[in-house]
């Protein structure tokens, strides 16, 4: 232990939690350097696997609402995904297209008969399934939305004889493939409140203190002294964090999760520099630019020269299941060209 040190002294990282609700946490995090900060932001952001609706199959639809706007609308209603871990990602699963291991299977039938009206809310979302647990990919209904009356999004408005008869499948994916799938609506990130840095370059018309006020944050540290000198080595250790969840997680499992996130990452990364071979690994990177394998260790990757849809699949005009792209095929100096 280094003898400089006081007793009780706090050198290593920390949480402060400021303050907890149902939808949103905020929390101080010291004693870590930027990167790392910054690394579990954007694995709270992009990193988080959720349940979405990714496919809908329109099999009556009379309303004035396209099926490409209801499938959109669809995929952009929050999901509970607690135990989403649960689920196999689709690529991962044996199944041709979806399965119970891989998807959950929701069903929407509404009918308008009276003159008044109807409006379809998420709550008309009614699982056929089981899945891992009961309440996976049940819509979120959020109890403060007094305009939907506690029923959750809006999905369509059908006046009199119009009809909405809508099969949904539900998968497990990251915001990294399709923002459906962000656990979070924002997630607020500041450091240096003070800007005793001088990381900022704060755009003024008279006095950038008063044009500028400080925020909540900087009640949290001392003001700097008008006579302090400027450190030029000094680096930012203390970060405030302001997570909030759009519903398909608590705030405290989605910084669990980021943190998870970020190990199996680290966990990737030394495995590949002690070389580990594929029995000895136990982690499994998530990340949709893989082609479907488990980590970047995998031998199947193709190295960018096939298609990334379906494997290396045709395009919609032309070309053989499997075709690759016409690489070493280029005018500069091989024999063919891409259009021979």
Not at 163 to 184: F, Q
Not at 209 to 228: I, Q, Y
């Amino acid at each position: 232990m280094d003898d400089y040190l006081m007793d009780g002294e706090d050198t290593g990282p920390g949480v402060t939690v400021r303050s907890a609700g149902k939808s949103n946490v905020e929390f101080t995090l010291r004693n870590v350097d930027l990167a790392l900060a910054n690394s579990l932001r954007r694995a709270m952001l992009s990193e988080i696997p959720t349940i979405a609706i990714d496919l809908v199959e329109v099999i009556t639809n009379t309303s004035v609402i396209p099926d490409e706007f209801l499938a959109h609308r669809l995929g952009l209603i929050p999901l509970n995904s607690e135990n989403a871990d649960k689920l196999l990602y689709t690529r991962d699963c044996e199944c041709d297209g979806y399965c119970d291991q891989c998807s959950i299977t929701l069903d929407l039938q509404a009918k308008c008969s009276a003159d008044e009206v109807m409006i379809v809310f998420a709550d008309s979302l009614t699982k056929e399934n089981q899945g891992p647990t009961p309440d996976i990919g049940k819509p979120v209904v959020s109890e403060v939305d007094a305009s939907a009356k506690g029923r959750g999004p809006v999905i369509a408005k059908l006046r009199k004889n119009q009809e909405l008869h809508l099969k949904c499948i539900a998968k497990k994916g990251i915001a990294k493939e399709h923002a459906k799938w962000a656990p979070t609506a924002a997630v607020g990130f500041e450091y240096d409140p003070y800007n005793k840095l001088h990381h900022l370059d704060l755009w003024r018309e008279q006095d950038a203190a008063e044009e500028w006020p400080k925020t909540k944050n900087a009640k949290w540290e001392d003001p700097p002294l008008e006579s302090a000198p400027f450190d030029y080595r000094a680096e930012p250790s203390t970060f405030y964090l302001d997570v909030e969840s759009v519903g398909t997680l608590g705030p405290n499992t989605i910084v669990e999760e980021s943190i998870k996130a970020l190990k199996l990452k680290l966990a990737a990364v030394v495995s590949e520099l002690t070389g580990a071979v594929d029995g000895e690994k136990d982690y499994e990177p998530r990340d949709p630019v893989m082609n479907g394998s488990n980590g970047a260790h995998e031998t199947t990757m193709d190295h960018g020269f096939t298609t990334p849809f379906n494997g290396g699949g045709s395009s919609a005009w032309g070309g053989a299941l499997g075709s690759s792209t016409p690489f070493n095929a280029t005018p500069y100096g091989a024999p063919t060209t891409a259009w021979q």
